[in-house]
């Protein structure tokens, strides 16, 4: 029986909640910083800009006109999934004259990567 089930199920054939248990309390849960989770972890967990992150990652950095060449996309659907992970945090921009390149925002990644192995545990 996994921990979980153990310390919630009580403390006998009672079914009654340990003692402990009834003084934690939730934490609060901001509905903002909910919303802006979601939307981090719905724009890594799409298999398109998955293959954006390793491209990147090897290269790293790209124009759009790379990503749509080597991903054979159009132009358009590689800019909207830039400009999905570009508001999640997990690219950024850097101009050179007329040029756009994109790289990977390492700290936030690792960060990101330690939120979720933390709540695999």
Do not use: C, W
């Not at 298999?47 to 990147?56: P, S, T, Y």
């Not at 290269?59 to 006109?65: A, E, I, L, S, W």
């Not at 756009?100 to 933390?118: A, D, F, K, Q």
């Amino acid at each position: 029986m996994s921990d979980f089930l153990k310390e919630t199920r009580g403390n006998g054939s009672s079914g009654q909640p340990k003692p402990n248990q009834l003084q934690q309390k939730a934490p609060a849960l901001d509905q903002l910083s909910i919303k802006k989770s979601s939307l981090i972890l719905r724009a890594i967990n799409h298999g398109l800009r998955q293959d954006m992150i390793r491209l990147i990652d090897k290269k790293g950095q790209v124009t759009v006109t790379e990503i749509f060449v080597d991903m054979r996309l159009e132009q358009s659907v590689a800019s909207q999934h830039l400009a999905i992970l570009r508001r999640a945090g997990i690219v950024r921009i850097d101009r050179d004259g007329k040029f756009v390149y994109y790289r990977l925002n390492l700290p936030r990644l690792e960060m990101i990567n330690e939120m979720i192995t933390n709540l695999l545990k």
